[in-house]
């Protein structure tokens, strides 16, 4: 039997506190698509990320549970909790047995059903650099 983190509590988040999104390039699609831009229709409670700083090694662990098949597909980007925060955005620590510093992003007036302006403004909350592939 695998050994599992124990669930921790729910915490506030802090402004300045890094928020990472891992993401992984498809052989078919190349870069584009690397990141998810708003929840799928499967996300009722939001689009998945982490409270933290994690290269794109790390967060493939965390989010696949297992080293990633092909580590030059793997990618994260970071943004800030704040940077988030001032667009809208709700973001909220929903720790998981797996992943201790998960979280869940929102949008305070749309929820998890984004309009396409809402995708663009999510991805200009993050860097402009993507760390990752191999």
């Not at 700083?53 to 970071?78: M, Q």
Request: glycine residues 10%; aromatic residues 6%; charged residues 25%.
């Amino acid at each position: 039997m695998a050994e599992t983190t124990p669930l921790v509590p729910i915490r506030a988040l802090r402004r300045d506190e890094i928020v990472t999104q891992y993401g992984a390039v498809t052989r078919a699609g190349g870069e584009v698509g690397a990141f998810r831009k708003c929840p799928r229709p499967s996300d009722h409670d939001g689009l998945s990320a982490m409270v933290g700083r994690y290269t794109a090694e790390e967060a493939s662990l965390l989010v696949r549970g297992r080293p990633s098949g092909t580590p030059e597909d793997d990618r994260v980007r970071y943004s800030t909790v704040a940077r988030l925060h001032d667009q809208g955005f709700v973001v909220t620590h929903k720790p998981s047995r797996k992943n201790p510093n998960h979280i869940l992003v929102t949008h305070s007036r749309h929820g998890v059903v984004w309009p396409k302006d809402l995708e663009e403004t999510f991805r200009m909350c993050f860097d402009v650099t993507v760390e990752g592939g191999g």
